[in-house]
């Protein structure tokens, strides 16, 4: 009933406010068919990452962790997260979230993420960025639920993994996620994924 009624809301939305091109200001779709190149895939999507943390309380270790990210970052995906953030734009996200999983889906080198996604005993963990917090409205939760939705990750049996695995969801990445990433290394995650849409 509530999945019905937000799809009457957003259906509203848009026959109140047409959507226009963030990039272009073209009407139809809040990204169009010509602006489209300027979402830049990230290359590579998959890649090891260490981040050198600094301060008396994580000891400066170097943490590492796997980057999955769809898009770099450029004016035009700043403009749309700022809109995503500025306007609630759950429905500009989803859209997002829906392009990106096609990018993952088609990448074979995400092989081992998948297998971690679809192991129920992998944590699947938000965080929330310092703009979600201050505006109350935690993307990064609708995010997970959405992809939760799209991928029927409930259903699917996979074998469990040998390792302890975790996976941070985000809209893009930000500075919170180093303490994160460092307590989940202190709890013994080995295998630990971050996964955000903009980098």
């Not at 429905?91 to 092989?111: G, P, T, V, Y």
């Not at 929330?128 to 201050?134: A, L, M, V, W």
């Not at 992809?147 to 930000?174: E, G, M, W, Y």
Request: glycine content about 2%; aromatic content about 10%; overall charge neutral.
């Amino acid at each position: 009933m509530l999945v019905r009624l937000r799809k009457i809301v957003e259906i509203l939305y848009d026959a109140l406010f047409p959507p226009s091109c963030l990039n272009c200001n073209k009407s139809g779709k809040y990204i169009c068919e010509d602006c489209e190149l300027f979402l830049t895939e990230a290359e590579p999507i998959f890649a090891e990452h260490n981040i050198a943390t600094s301060g008396a309380l994580i000891n400066k270790k170097r943490i590492s962790f796997n980057l999955i990210s769809a898009w770099e970052k450029n004016n035009f995906t700043d403009r749309i997260v700022t809109k995503i953030y500025q306007n609630q734009a759950t429905h500009l996200l989803k859209e997002l979230i829906r392009r990106a999983l096609i990018i993952f889906l088609n990448n074979k080198s995400l092989s081992r993420f998948w297998i971690a996604w679809f192991d129920l005993n992998t944590e699947i963990i938000i965080s929330s960025s310092p703009e979600e917090s201050s505006n109350c409205f935690h993307f990064s939760d609708l995010m997970i639920k959405e992809l939760i939705s799209l991928t029927d990750r409930s259903h699917n049996i996979h074998p469990i993994l040998s390792q302890k695995s975790a996976i941070v969801v985000s809209l893009s990445f930000h500075n919170r996620m180093e303490y994160m990433l460092k307590e989940l290394e202190q709890y013994g995650f080995d295998d630990i994924w971050v996964l955000v849409l903009v980098r």
